[in-house]
């Protein structure tokens, strides 16, 4: 093997590497909340699951998830988060807001009311 070949493939592994390692890590790390006017928002679009299903958020900062559900499947009719104490009716089509204030860091979990859909809040 040349050293021209060689420099060929271990750039050709270091790009295969930081590809895996960005979209590994932008996965486990969520959607930031854009913050706006003081508040941290994200639109979560409900249908057949949470699109993102992980949300970033700091604490001390309002958060506003808006979600709006686009199936009409019963299963995903309300959103609970239990860690913060919320629950809210998603009827089809509309813009639901759901806020409340994180105070502590940490993985705050969101699914339907019976658990089958899931997403995770995650406060930094
Ligand atoms: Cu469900």
């Not at 949470?50 to 970033?56: E, L, M």
């Not at 009409?72 to 988060?81: H, K, L, M, T």
């Amino acid at each position: 093997m040349t050293l021209d070949k060689t420099i060929v493939d271990l750039v050709g592994f270091a790009a295969i590497g930081i590809i895996i390692w960005y979209f590994w890590l932008s996965a486990r790390r969520g959607t930031m909340a854009a913050l706006t006017h003081g508040v941290q928002g994200a639109l979560i679009v409900v249908k057949g699951g949470y699109t993102p299903d992980t949300i970033v958020v700091r604490r001390g900062k309002p958060v506003r998830l808006v979600f709006r559900r686009e199936e009409s499947a019963s299963c995903s009719e309300r959103v609970v988060i239990p860690g913060f104490n919320r629950s809210a009716l998603l009827p089809e089509g509309e813009e639901v807001p759901v806020e409340f204030l994180p105070t502590a860091p940490g993985e705050f979990p969101f699914s339907c009311q019976m658990g089958m859909l899931r997403g995770r809040i995650v406060v930094e």
